[in-house]
C-alpha cells in the first residue's frame, strides 16, 4: 500500500508560479512511476506529467510542456510539479498517483492516488 498527500495548491494570478508536492509512505518509492493529473469541473481527469522511479525520464502533456518541471526525490520520499507561466486554464485539482514500472498517460493504470489540492489560476 501507498499513501500519498498532496500540497502546494492555491490561487495565484495569471503568469505566477506554484509548486506542488505529494509525499508518499508506505512501500519503496523508488519502485513507482509516478504522475501528476488534473481535473477540472465537468472534464476528465488528464495527464499532465509522470517522471520513471529513478527520475532519469520525465514525460509532459502537450499543454504543460515548457512551463512545467515533474521532479522527485526518492530520498525524502516526494514528487513535486513545478508550475510556471500559469493560465486560467491551468485551474484544476491537481492529483498525484503511483504505479509500479513504467509512466502511463491513462488514469486507470494507477494503483494509488492522493486526495487532490486545488489551483486556481485568476486572470
Known amino acids: 500500500q501507498v499513501q500519498l498527500v498532496e500540497s502546494g495548491g492555491g490561487l495565484v494570478q495569471a503568469g505566477g508560479s506554484l509548486r506542488l508536492s505529494c509525499a508518499a509512505s508506505?512501500?519503496?518509492?523508488?519502485?513507482?512511476?509516478m504522475g501528476w493529473f488534473r481535473q477540472a469541473p465537468g472534464k476528465e481527469r488528464e495527464f499532465v506529467a509522470g517522471?520513471?522511479?529513478?527520475?532519469?525520464?520525465?514525460y509532459y502533456s502537450v499543454s504543460v510542456k515548457g512551463r512545467f518541471t515533474i521532479s522527485r526525490d526518492n530520498a525524502k520520499n516526494t514528487v513535486y510539479l513545478q508550475m510556471n507561466s500559469l493560465k486560467p486554464e491551468d485551474t484544476a485539482v491537481y492529483y498525484c498517483?503511483?504505479?509500479?514500472?513504467?509512466?502511463?498517460?491513462?488514469?486507470?493504470?494507477?494503483?494509488?492516488w492522493g486526495q487532490g489540492t486545488q489551483v486556481t489560476v485568476a486572470s
Open positions: 508506505g512501500r519503496t518509492f523508488s519502485n513507482y512511476a
Open positions: 517522471i520513471r522511479g529513478s527520475g532519469s525520464s520525465t
Open positions: 498517483a503511483a504505479v509500479r514500472g513504467t509512466v502511463y498517460n491513462t488514469p486507470h493504470e494507477y494503483d494509488y
